[in-house]
């Protein structure tokens, strides 16, 4: 398996962070031409004023730069040292495809013990990948 296969799963979610970004500016404007907000409800962040459906997406959004952080950087890591094997890359897609389901159940039923399952298991793939990485580095 080359080592740059690593990069799959990190520009994927790269991707779905920029399309979870896109739907911030969408309800936002959407709620201001219904009268539901006004550009002053974001004069520091999001207000009290600003309702549930139209802050979702930027909470999305921030959930998606916050942990996902310490993925790229590992994913990074494995790459520059060229510590990338088959179990690595899985564990990656596998962290995308909870880091979607997250987003998903955040967005639409949000419910938050399913949302929390996800987001504990989304976390402990990175625990996965952080041990992959030092038993490689220690081998």
């Not at 990190?10 to 500016?25: E, N």
């Not at 459906?53 to 520059?80: K, S």
């Not at 639409?108 to 952080?130: D, E, G, K, M, P």
């Amino acid at each position: 398996m080359p080592r740059h296969a690593i990069f799959w799963p990190v520009l994927s979610l790269v991707l779905w962070t920029f399309l979870v970004l896109v739907q911030v500016p969408i309800r936002r404007f959407h709620a201001a031409f219904k009268g539901r907000v006004v550009a002053s409800d974001f004069r520091y962040g999001e207000s009290g004023h600003v309702p549930a459906d139209v802050a979702l997406p930027n909470r999305v959004f921030m959930n998606l730069v916050e942990v996902p952080t310490l993925f790229y950087v590992l994913c990074l890591i494995l790459y520059v040292t060229g510590t990338v094997t088959p179990a690595c890359v899985a564990l990656a897609w596998l962290y995308f495809a909870l880091r979607i389901a997250h987003s998903l159940i955040y967005l639409t039923y949000n419910h938050v013990v399913h949302r929390f399952a996800v987001f504990a298991t989304s976390n402990l793939v990175v625990l996965a990948i952080l041990i992959c990485l030092a038993v490689r580095l220690s081998a």
